[in-house]
């Protein structure tokens, strides 16, 4: 059956231009379409796996970070700041997680009904020997990696309480006398004798000298 101008819109039609209005080059150009969307479809795994790897060494360095200002004795209400952002990125990354899971879904669903005009159906087929990802021969890493934020998330709530209610208090220094014990000798010296000075004879009286005449 022939689409009518209409039917080439619809966006719930995959083949929007078949064989026999678009010409002789019809599966050369859908194979490269196909080649096209394989690709993207990879790409968008690329992105969801080093999109994962930054927010780990995100949510890593938030937990050293909570490690040294609780060891500086930093207060509670400003060391509660760590985990609520921590939530807040271990929230975005699960939401980042189903959303990669939902888009690689359509393509797949796709790349299934491109391969309906193509000698094999290639993906389909691994899809199906791997039992859709409901059995035991293949599970889908995104069922595994989502529980990596939600155990970053139940972590956070765990320090959090930390800092607002469990944080012991910050322990100052006092001085302490100190004691000493045990027997000290002490010898005192008397000083020695400061020398007399040596008596000084009496100047001798000086003559009155004689006028000359």
Known sequence: MTPTPEDKHRPDQLISNPKETYGERFQEHLLEQYKLYVDSSQ???????????????????????????????????????IPIAGLLVSLTWFSLVISYKDLNTAKFKVIHELEDYLPAALF???????????????????????????????????LAGYALFFRPPEKKAETQPVSITGTVDVNIKSPAPVPAAPAQSPAAPTQPRKKSR
């Open 43 to 81: 790409k968008v795994s690329e992105k969801r796996i080093s999109t994962g790897n930054y927010l780990l060494t995100v949510n890593s360095s938030l937990l050293t970070v909570f490690g040294i200002a609780s060891k500086l004795h930093i207060g509670g209400a400003w060391l509660v700041i």
């Open 124 to 158: 389909r087929y691994e899809w199906h020997s791997c039992e859709q990802g409901q059995g035991k021969a293949y599970k889908p890493i995104t069922h595994l990696e989502r529980w990596i934020p939600v155990t970053f998330a139940a972590v956070y709530l765990v």
